[in-house]
């Protein structure tokens, strides 16, 4: 049973406008959640957290909303730019530090 | 240097082979991890090790076995693999394993190919 779900597998998106990348899961023991940026031939890269207590967290371009009665979360960024194309995991923590990941979206940005 | 160095960043190996991957972390951090991720397929935790102890096997099979012989490096120690092993394996480093934001920072990947 995966506990963390990314159901789109890829994204384009146009760049200057938005992107929003889903995920959702059914743990309600996660507590914390992230979201990497991955590029080809290279390990991810940690972009953006937030903590279940929280509903928005915001970093330049990038906010990442919680709604945990839906148990969903998602990353927009805007504008987009090519340079984001990536592929982008969501991770979700329990308090004892163990991530469990999502599959991935590749988000494709065109200029 | 990157925080987290992976070595071989790609090797082929054969079933019969024996080889291993290494993990060096310049961070100074106390948990190291090793994750697979094969293709279309969520990152899969295989090991965590926490002040140089193992902390957490996630049902992996014998044929790998890591090492940690200190809070720096981390080993997989691969034998008698099979083709489905054939996955990008990836290394990486927190402050504190249950601490902290759980933010890992990952290694690059050794892509391994078993004939």
């Given at each position: 049973?995966?506990?963390?779900?990314?159901?789109?597998?890829s994204?384009?998106?146009?760049e200057?406008?938005?992107?929003?990348?889903?995920?959702?899961?059914?743990n309600?023991?996660?507590?914390?959640?992230l979201?990497?940026?991955k590029?080809?031939?290279?390990?991810?890269?940690?972009?953006?957290?937030?903590?279940?207590?929280?509903?928005?967290?915001?970093?330049?371009?990038?906010?990442v909303?919680?709604?945990?009665?839906?148990?969903?979360?998602?990353?927009?960024?805007?504008?987009?730019?090519?340079?984001?194309?990536?592929v982008?995991?969501?991770a979700?923590?329990?308090?004892?530090?163990?991530?469990?990941?999502?599959?991935?979206?590749?988000?494709?940005?065109?200029? | 240097?990157?925080?987290?160095?992976?070595?071989?960043?790609?090797?082929?190996?054969?079933?019969?082979?024996?080889?291993?991957?290494?993990?060096?972390?310049?961070?100074?951090?106390?948990?190291?991890?090793?994750?697979?991720?094969?293709?279309?397929?969520?990152?899969?935790?295989m090991?965590?090790?926490?002040?140089?102890?193992?902390?957490?096997?996630?049902?992996?099979?014998?044929?790998?076995?890591?090492?940690?012989?200190?809070?720096?490096?981390?080993?997989?120690?691969?034998?008698?693999?099979?083709?489905?092993d054939?996955?990008?394996y990836l290394?990486?480093?927190s402050p504190?394993?249950g601490?902290?934001?759980?933010?890992?920072?990952?290694?690059e990947?050794?892509?391994?190919?078993?004939?």
């Open positions: 049973d995966q506990q963390v779900k990314q159901n789109s597998p994204l384009s998106v146009q200057g406008r938005i992107s929003i990348l889903n995920c959702d899961y059914t309600s023991m996660f507590d914390y959640f979201w990497y940026k590029y080809p031939a290279e390990g991810p890269t940690f972009l953006i957290s937030i903590s279940s207590i929280k509903d928005k967290n915001e970093d330049g371009r990038f906010t909303f919680l709604n945990k009665s839906a148990k969903h979360l998602s990353l927009h960024i805007v504008p987009s730019q090519p340079g984001d194309s990536a982008y995991f969501c979700a923590l329990t308090n004892a530090g163990k991530s469990t990941f999502g599959d991935g979206t590749t988000l494709t940005v065109k200029p | 240097e990157t925080g987290v160095t992976q070595t071989p960043r790609h090797l082929v190996m054969g079933m019969t082979n024996k080889k291993s991957l290494k993990c060096e972390q310049h961070l100074g951090h106390n948990a190291m991890y090793w994750y697979k991720q094969s293709a279309k397929k969520p990152l899969e935790l090991f965590v090790y926490n002040f140089k102890e193992q902390t957490e096997n996630n049902s992996v099979p014998s044929r790998f076995s890591p090492e940690c012989p200190n809070s720096s490096h981390l080993f997989l120690h691969l034998h008698t693999l099979q083709p489905e054939s996955a990008l290394c990486a480093s504190d394993r601490q902290g934001t759980g933010e890992l920072f990952f290694g990947g050794s892509r391994l190919t078993v004939l």
